[in-house]
């Protein structure tokens, strides 16, 4: 009986632990309501510069704002990138020099200055509770 609890115990140390905080987030400057926005939520700037989100979400378009809230988050620093994928193919459509042709944006409207921004302009953090974040599409 013991190793059963002692097994048990174990299994309960090494499952996943759930994350519980929110972002209910406010895309502006839709322009189209065909397509979806694309979202992808990274914990590190190591996930950020190589795009291995840690959660990926997915929203009708609409004019004018998108309002969607992400739940289950880690706690702690995160950043956002997202686009708008017009014509449903599930890629961000890139134009001469990899310039994207479709709108895109990322977490605090961090600047881009020749690529995409840097982990420390676009990322903010989670406490537990819903946080609030707004970005406009570029």
């Known amino acids: 009986m ?3 609890a002692a097994l048990a115990s174990l ?6 632990t759930a994350w519980g905080a929110s972002v209910e987030l406010t895309i502006n400057g839709v322009e189209t309501a065909s397509g979806e926005i694309l979202i992808g939520v990274f914990d590190s700037e190591t996930g950020w510069r190589s795009d291995a989100s840690i959660a990926e979400a997915q929203a009708d378009a ?9 739940d289950g988050l880690p706690e702690g620093e995160v950043a956002i ?8 193919d599930g890629e961000l459509k890139r134009g001469n020099f990899g310039i994207p042709t479709e709108p895109y944006g990322f977490s605090n409207d961090a600047p881009i200055r020749f690529g995409p921004p840097s982990w420390s302009a676009a990322k903010f953090t989670l406490d537990g509770e819903t946080t609030r974040h707004t ?3 570029r």
């Open 2 to 4: 013991k190793k059963i």
């Open 11 to 16: 299994i309960a140390l090494a499952a996943p």
């Open 62 to 70: 609409a004019t004018g704002a998108v309002t969607v809230t992400l």
């Open 81 to 88: 990138k997202l686009y708008h994928d017009v014509d449903s």
């Open 135 to 137: 970005l406009a599409l």
